[in-house]
């Protein structure tokens, strides 16, 4: 099976800065893949580069064994590749419900139609209450988002990009400010996304990464320094030196809570 996203020795050059560097990853279909390395090793540009809010100086960006690079962000979105951000996107004074069928309807291009009774649009509605309720948010539908706990923010900033009905979903720190206690319950609704949407995602939180990733890419000094599953990862002593005397230690609790 091709795999669902792939680079090719991608780079980016900002001025003198080599930000990326002869990056080859690959997201396998239905991947849960976590993006790790510390502070400022490119992986937010990474993250840029395949929805393609930036462009590569060097290599190539496959999707599904197409070749990619030059497609503007809207034509990858239209192809199936969402993101999310490390700061919150939302609208506080909207609810979860009309935030999602408002995203729906931008991907049913219903945009302009708004004159029209929503009611109207009940299978919209529908729709959204179903992915609401994917998410653990239904019942939480007409609260005002600004009222929500930030990890229900965050949730159901993941049911916007869902909404686009994504095959790939980017996810740049999903649970960045999220209390610990709730962040868990975030990752559980990522890992519980349906099978066939290849997820990757940046986290900081070591003991997340282990528990909630298939396979980890190891992103140093915008370079891959390794990749592999959980276990591979943990024990590589290349990734210890990395992340020892960092902020984010921690892999060695990773490993013994994954
Ligand atoms: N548009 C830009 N112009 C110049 N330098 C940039 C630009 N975007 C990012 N950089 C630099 O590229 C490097 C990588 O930044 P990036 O945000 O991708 O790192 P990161 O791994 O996501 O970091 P963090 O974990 O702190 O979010 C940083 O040194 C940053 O200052």
Known sequence: MKPAL????????????QAVNDVHLSLEPGARQALIGPNGAGKTTLINLLTGVIKPTAG??????????AFTADRRARMGLARTFQINTLFPSLTPLLSVVLAISER??????????????????DEAHALLGRLKLDALADVPVGELAYG???????????????????????????????????????????????????????????????????LVAGQILTE????????????????????????HAGVAHG
């Open 6 to 17: 792939q680079t090719h020795g991608l780079g980016v050059r900002f001025g003198a800065f």
């Open 152 to 218: 229900k923010q965050r949730l159901l900033e993941i049911a916007l990009a869902m909404a686009a009905r994504p095959r790939i979903l980017l996810l740049d720190e999903p649970a960045a400010g999220v209390p610990e206690d709730e962040s868990g319950e975030l990752f559980e609704a990522i890992a519980e996304l349906p099978q066939d949407i290849s997820v990757l995602f940046i986290e900081h939180d070591m003991k997340l990464v282990f528990r909630f990733s298939r396979r980890i890419s190891v």
């Open 108 to 125: 049913e291009g219903l945009g302009a139609v708004w004159w029209r009774p929503l009611t109207r649009h009940t299978a919209l509605f």
């Open 60 to 69: 190539r960006i496959e999707m599904d064994g197409q070749d990619i690079t």
């Open 228 to 251: 592999g599953t959980p276990a591979e990862i943990g024990a590589d002593p290349r990734v210890r030196e990395v992340y020892l005397g960092h902020a984010h230690a921690g892999i």
